[in-house]
């Protein structure tokens, strides 16, 4: 793990902040949690590529909370089993509560991976996660291209230029969630 | 003894054998005639309403995302909370979100109250107390959130002497709240925020009232209302052949006397006078001839562009570097406002000569005038000088020093992570360099001209000037129109449009409001009145938003207030005015209780509340907000029973009001009619809930606006849109719209079969097909009677 400036500089919060990790490492991560949930923004919609990175992490049976207008991508590409509209605010606020039913029926989440979320908004939402969903525990981390504090693990930042090393780094994560 | 009659002369060398008593002289006919009951809860305090407010909180939950996980308000500290701990003083990382939150809200009341207060004072001054708070034959309710919270009926601007007293004391009580040591509970910093949100809506009410009464701003007159004129809108309508006047700010008095200086002086066409924010909305209602130059997102950017040959400045929303920005392009700057004084020298009552003259000169770069009638003679003649001097002046990139700055970029990226919005600059500057600007003009849109991406650059590029080239070709060509602020909703509108509002069949009123911090441009603005307006919602707007969707024009070249009606019906796109004209919004849906359901409204906020929220299906959208203001602007409609989203800056407010359906018993209503519980669909299903993207908020709107009163033919034309809006911008069936289902009466007759053969495959209902009924799977059956509160105490008759 190294040290890094946050996407949005000044969104350092206090003495708790995530490290940053490579894909294997969080793919690693990913595969110790026992109910986990990927949570999905707009930012996935730039690229078809990313939306078929959250279609893989879904088919190795982790739920997908499509937020923003995310969902369109899902429904392009006809994958829509396990993906659930939810907008991300009000998912964070039920995130928060552990007797939540989860969007499944079966319970509340252990770990959330948050990916293409607008930064800011994932950040915050990283925050109250971070300060509230305390016990049990909820473990949180972003797969996005930006260093990300609030998450207990995240990438570095990745400038456009890096974009295919980006890309690199999702299909291995993808491999290294074993499930 | 002689009754001395205010106005009359009495000689008092004529009286005899008398005592005399100087206590308050009143008219004849000036005690308060009993023009309806007096309420509950007149002039509430901080616990007052606390019960309503918890009714409220307990259904939605404040939801608390810190941006800062310590504390530093004092020495105890920095304390740090991380994971809801304590701090040294005992305070618990969740209620010192509260506390924080009450402290914008503090602000943002504050300001207004502030600014209302500064008003009254100026007109007072210029034209007494007794000027009459009269709007016409078409506004007989006039200030119904006065009416509501003070129990008090204006009748003259004096009288608002007596609203500002009362929440001027709310709001040091409410401070003292945030003292270390005091208050503990979250639940309670939010009661008190919620206080102060509602105080807040009151300041602005005070506000817009006592101007439009001494402004004789559009009111209740023939030519007002839905049939006031336009204004042209935007940079490119600006002629900058002539003398250029920018004003920056609020509180419309300074720039109302350049008007009258201009037009006094004949000087109305060789003067541009220009306005950013919301002195610019308000100085159009009173000086015809003024422009609408942009709204806040702009105002780095239309004073580095250097087109004022003099800025005034008063107050609020006005970058606090405005004097360092003047000074870049040689504009004098003149300060009006005690509140916002920048350094300079106070020159209040000063020659006018001595002042012009020593702007002009240059030896200071700007001035104070307090007294806002004598800002225009000073501001239009020290234009009408600086115009000469500056004319060869250029601001705009050359083509030369444009090509050199975004071929020095080196792509570090330092500007990317300083921008609010994360824009790629470098990328964009790469491009440029290699003969594509398009990447780059398109950045000046999103970007809310913030500046911060300048300071980090290494390269010392000046990025916003950067952006600017290569957006201009657009810029020039910015023409847009929008209304006049037209002030108060008229009563006869509310007369034909509360039936179809409650009833649903006009499905909602959606309210843009507030600044300009928008995720991705002022497009968004632009679309969310379009979608809402076409779709036969009233779209009643103020302040940025209402300037930045009037940028954006559809294929016939008409922009939104061009496309659509002005008036309080369905399709109508209303430019009700300033910030403080939004309190005509909280009027409209309080109007709507008390002209159409007939409720009183003398001091009896908790009851009005509670019909707007089960009934009223309003919805506010601060796509921009930023500012304290919007915090209190936002927290004051939901007390009133109206709910708001902001764009996804708005998570940085840290709190929202989120609800939870899948908590059953947290929608249990009462039926007023005979006391029995009701439990029901989620409406509206949040109070304050930020959305990622603009397509996400334009179903989340549509969502919001349903309420457990409407009709079944009102629910199936929101349901329409609720569920189209969702196909339209997230492709898929709203993954709740069954929970709004009471009846198969409910669905629109167009695709009932469709969504009832929906709800027995997805959801297991029972469905009659034969009857075309639902046999079971609703939250609850239709009842044209339910009559739905949250209050006890309004039951007529127990089962
Ligand atoms: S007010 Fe309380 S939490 Fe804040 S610094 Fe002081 S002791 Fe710490
Ligand atoms: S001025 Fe514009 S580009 Fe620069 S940091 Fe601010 S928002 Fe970003
Ligand atoms: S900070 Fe300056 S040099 Fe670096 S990418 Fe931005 S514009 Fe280019």
Redesign the interface.
């Known amino acids: 793990m190294g040290i890094e400036i946050p996407f949005d500089v000044a969104s350092i919060a206090g003495p708790e902040i995530g490290g940053i990790a490579p894909p294997e490492v969080i793919g690693c991560y990913i595969t110790s949690a026992r109910r986990p949930l990927l949570v999905v923004g707009s930012e996935i919609l730039r690229d078809n590529f990313f939306v078929e990175i959250a279609i893989e992490i879904g088919k190795k049976g982790i739920p997908i909370a499509a937020t923003g207008h995310s969902m369109r991508g899902f429904v392009e590409k006809k994958y829509t089993e396990n993906v659930y509209y939810y907008n991300l605010h009000e998912l964070t606020n039920c995130l928060r509560d552990p007797n939540w039913k989860g969007l499944d029926g079966a319970g509340n989440y252990d770990f959330v991976i948050f990916y293409g979320i607008i930064y800011y908004y994932a950040s915050q939402m990283l925050s109250c996660l971070k300060n509230f969903a305390t016990d049990p525990l909820m473990r949180t981390v972003s797969i996005d291209r930006y260093y990300h504090p609030n998450a207990r693990m995240s990438f570095t930042n990745i400038m456009p230029r890096m974009e295919d090393e980006y890309k690199d780094m999702l299909k291995k994560l993808v491999e290294s969630i074993k499930r | 003894m002689e009754e001395i009659k205010k106005g009359g002369l009495v000689d008092v060398f004529d009286l005899k054998n008398v005592d005399i008593h100087i206590g308050e002289i009143v008219d004849e006919g000036e005690e308060e005639e009993e023009w309806e009951p007096m309420g509950p809860h007149p002039m509430p305090r901080i616990a007052t309403l606390r019960d309503w407010d918890f009714k409220l909180l307990n259904r939605y939950?404040p939801?608390?995302?810190?941006?800062?996980?310590?504390c530093c308000l004092c020495t105890y500290g920095k304390c740090?909370?991380?994971?809801?701990k304590k701090g040294a003083c005992g305070i618990r990382?969740?209620a010192q979100q509260g506390r924080m939150v009450l402290l914008a809200c503090l602000v943002g009341c504050s300001a207004h109250c502030g600014h209302g207060r500064h008003l009254l004072h100026d007109m007072i001054k210029k034209f007494g107390p007794d000027v009459p708070i009269d709007f016409g034959p078409e506004v007989d309710i006039e200030a119904p959130l006065t009416r509501l919270v003070c129990g008090i009926k204006p009748k003259t601007i004096g009288d608002y002497d007596e609203v500002f007293s009362y929440v001027e004391e709310q709001i040091v009580q409410l401070a003292d709240a945030l003292h270390t040591g005091q208050e503990g509970s979250y639940m309670d910093f939010e009661s008190k925020a919620l206080h102060m949100g509602m105080l807040d809506s009151l300041n602005k009410e005070a506000a817009d009232i006592i101007q439009i009464a001494c402004y004789d701003m559009p009111s209740g007159f023939p030519g007002d209302g839905p049939d006031v004129p336009f204004v042209d809108v935007g940079i490119g309508t600006i002629d900058t052949n002539k003398p250029v006047i920018i004003v920056i700010g609020h509180n419309v008095p300074p720039s109302a006397d350049i008007g009258v200086y201009l037009t006094e002086n004949d000087l109305e066409d060789k003067v541009e006078v220009g306005g950013i924010c919301c002195t610019s909305i308000d100085t159009t209602r009173v000086y015809k001839k003024a422009k609408i130059v942009s709204a806040l997102g702009r105002q780095l950017r239309v004073l580095r562009a250097g087109i004022a040959d003099v800025v005034v400045i008063d107050e609020q929303c006005i970058r606090a570097d405005v004097l360092e920005l003047c000074q870049r392009v040689q504009s004098p700057m003149i300060a009006t406002n005690d509140k916002a004084m920048h350094g300079l020298v106070d020159r209040t009552d000063d020659d006018p000569d001595k002042i012009v003259d020593d702007l002009v000169s240059g030896r200071v770069p700007g001035v104070i005038i307090l007294e806002p009638d004598q800002v225009g003679e000073v501001a239009v003649r020290t234009a009408l000088q600086m115009d000469k001097k500056r004319r060869s002046l250029k601001f705009i990139l050359s083509d030369d020093e444009f090509k050199y700055y975004v071929n020095d970029c080196i792509?570090c990226?330092s500007c990317?992570?300083?921008c609010?919005n994360?824009l790629?600059i470098?990328?964009a500057n790469k491009s440029a360099a290699a003969g594509n600007l398009k990447p780059l003009a398109d950045l000046f849109d999103i970007c809310v001209g913030c500046g911060r991406c300048e300071q980090v650059c290494k390269k010392h590029i000046p990025i916003v000037d950067v952006m600017t080239k290569a957006a201009y070709p657009q810029l020039k060509e910015e023409k847009g129109r929008m209304r006049i602020g037209r002030g108060p909703i008229w009563d006869s509108e509310i007369r034909e449009a509360g039936a179809p509002l409650v009833l649903g069949t006009i499905p909602g009123i959606i309210a843009p409001i507030g600044c300009g911090n928008y995720?991705n441009g002022t497009k968004d603005a632009w679309l969310i009145v379009k979608e809402f307006a076409e779709r036969n919602y009233i779209v009643a707007l103020t302040g940025c938003m209402a300037i930045d969707c009037a940028l954006w024009k559809d294929e016939d070249g008409k922009t939104i207030y061009e496309a659509h009606h002005g008036g309080f019906s369905g399709g109508g796109v209303i430019n009700i005015g300033s910030c403080v004209s939004n309190a005509h919004i909280h009027d409209a849906t309080i109007k709507v209780a008390s002209i159409f359901a007939g409720r009183p409204l003398r001091g009896n906020y908790e009851e009005i509340a509670d019909y707007i929220l089960s009934r009223v299906g309003a919805c506010g959208v601060a796509w921009g907000a930023m500012s304290q203001k919007a915090a209190s602007i936002a927290t004051g409609f939901n007390r009133l029973g109206v709910p708001a989203v902001v764009g996804?800056?708005g998570?940085?407010y840290?709190r929202?009001f989120?609800s939870?359906p899948?908590r059953k018993e947290d929608w249990k209503l009462i039926d007023a009619s005979d006391g029995s519980e009701v439990y029901v669909e989620p409406g509206p299903?949040?109070l304050l809930?930020?959305?990622?993207?603009v397509?996400?908020a334009l179903p989340?709107m549509a969502k919001l606006c349903i309420r457990p009163s409407d009709t079944d033919r009102g629910r199936s034309i929101k349901l329409t849109h609720y569920i189209d809006l969702n196909q339209k911008?997230?492709?898929?069936y709203?993954?709740d719209w069954h929970l709004f289902v009471r009846a198969a009466s409910d669905l629109p007759i167009a695709t009932r079969n469709e969504l009832l053969k929906k709800l027995e495959d997805e959801q297991g209902w029972k469905i009659d097909w034969k009857k075309k009924k639902i046999e079971e799977g609703p939250i609850r059956g239709y009842n044209p009677s339910f009559n739905p509160t949250n209050l006890e105490r309004l039951v007529r008759g127990k089962k």
């Open positions: 939950k939801f608390y995302a810190p941006i800062c996980d310590m740090d909370l991380t994971g809801n990382m969740d792509l990226g990317t992570l300083a609010p994360g790629y470098g990328e995720p996804p800056h998570v940085k840290r929202a989120m939870r899948d299903q949040d809930v930020a959305c990622e993207t397509e996400e989340m911008y997230l492709s898929a709203p993954p």
